[in-house]
Nanobody, 127 residues
Framework: QVQLAESGGGLVQAGGSLRLSCAAS????????MGWFRQAPGKEREFVAA????????YYTESVRGRFTISRDNAKNTVYLQMHSMQPEDTAVYYC????????????????????WGQGLQVTVSS
């Protein structure tokens, strides 16, 4: 089992920045691809960004590309989501997710692919 704990959420003004962290514990010796998803009120959970175990493959949903950056520090078992130029439409509960990947370069934008999920944290962008 892997436990994921997100931190760094909160309230920010439009145009501001936040950095989310997701710390993994448990079976962290396995290769885990990581992803960030978000769910806004009244909407379905949507993919935000993903990073392979190696860190060599990154992928972003179109609405955040150029504003958000996903990264990881495997020595710390932590993945980050740096968010810049935030907009009110970025307001959502953000979740990190992990998948025990078969290869170090695997990633996915599909929620169903991920095995483990954090509890989520609120990010609110005020206009």
């Amino acid at each position: 089992q892997v436990q994921l704990a997100e931190s760094g959420g909160g309230l920010v003004q439009a145009g501001g920045s936040l950095r989310l962290s997701c710390a993994a514990s448990g079976r962290t010796s396995e290769r885990h691809a990581m992803g960030w998803f978000r769910q806004a009120p009244g909407k379905e959970r949507e993919f935000v960004a993903a990073i392979s175990w190696s860190g060599g493959n990154l992928y972003y949903t179109e609405s955040v590309r150029g504003r958000f950056t996903i990264s990881r520090d495997n020595a710390k078992n932590t993945v980050y989501l740096q968010m810049h130029s935030m907009q009110p439409e970025d307001t959502a509960v953000y979740y990190c997710a992990a998948h025990n990947a078969a290869t170090s370069d695997s990633w996915s934008a599909q929620a169903e692919w991920y095995d483990y999920w954090g509890q989520g944290l609120q990010v609110t962008v005020s206009s």
